[in-house]
């Protein structure tokens, strides 16, 4: 049984003026005589326990009625805590060393029933990609110590690039990690997607002006392709798809309009790809209204996926 764990029922036995001792410890736990005043001075030195010993009762009590142990009465940031390890599960960065460290670590620390907790709270994002540790790690050592960072970067087909980075942000987007960076190859802010990036090392310490991305780069334009905004996206949702995203969040500068038959959303768009996907995710419950290159383009695509069924 853990540290942690002794302490809350020592305290217990506290609260209901029950005057336990040393020897309380070593009855319940069957601990040596040394574990169970370390445990003891645990309480009073780190959690500050107010605490003092009766000699007519051979025992401890606390000074203060009030007193409570760490997260003894915040079940709400408990889950919090509980949450929070499972979202870095999702994010991919369960198998980090310092992540398995960090969740024993709570265990012990918080509270019992901290890990019969984390098995009650379920979090699932689909198409979560998995980062080589030892990437990750360099990665967020450069940002970190602000530091240049020398990479091996993999396109899409699978080409592969020398790249030396002045890295800014990490982002995770759709349980997806990106670099947010300034590419000295192409003299402009990049972001790298981390899962095709083959090697990391950290260069040296930068030094003089930084070229920091704007502060609207990440989040001008819907989805994770950056760049001037080229249009603004409307279209009309009904059925069960209207009721979904009348309450889903898109973008910071969407509109939602209601319609006769639904509702129309309209928000900022810089590249096609993504926009045309969550189109398509609605099926015959979304319609684009606007622009037209766009309404060609998703009918261009519906018509090459059932060409894919008529062979």
Known sequence: MSRLERIYAFHQKLKNNRFPNAQTLIKDFELSRATAHRDISYMR??????????????????????????????????????????????AGLGSLPEMKKLKKRLSELIAP????????????????????????????????????????????????????????????????????????????????????????????????????AIESFLDESFGIFTGTIRYHAKIQFTGTAAELVRRQYWHRKQKIEKLENGISLSLPVSDDREIV???????????????????????????????????
């Open 45 to 90: 030195d780190r959690l500050l326990a107010p605490l003092a010993f009766d000699a007519s009762r051979k025992g401890f009590y606390y000074t203060e009625d009030d007193f409570s142990l760490p997260f003894e009465d915040s079940p709400k940031l408990l889950f919090l805590m509980g949450l929070l390890n499972k979202m870095a599960d999702e």
């Open 113 to 212: 029933g901290y890990e019969q907790l984390m098995d009650n709270v379920l979090c699932q994002w689909i198409e979560v990609e998995s980062l080589a540790p030892s990437i990750f790690e360099t990665i967020v050592e450069a940002v970190v110590r602000d530091c240049f960072l020398e990479i091996v970067y993999r396109s899409v087909t699978g080409k592969k690039s020398i790249r030396s980075l002045e890295p800014q942000r990490l982002v995770n987007y759709q349980g997806r990690w990106y670099l947010l960076a300034f590419c000295l190859l192409r003299q402009d802010h990049r972001l790298f997607h981390m899962a095709r990036i083959d090697t990391a090392e950290i260069g040296k310490k930068r030094t003089g002006k930084s070229h920091q």
């Open 277 to 311: 996907m969550k189109i398509l995710q609605y099926g015959s419950n979304a319609k684009v209204l606007a622009p037209e290159p766009l309404r060609k383009r998703v009918a261009e695509e519906i018509d090459k996926m059932a060409e894919q069924y008529n062979q």
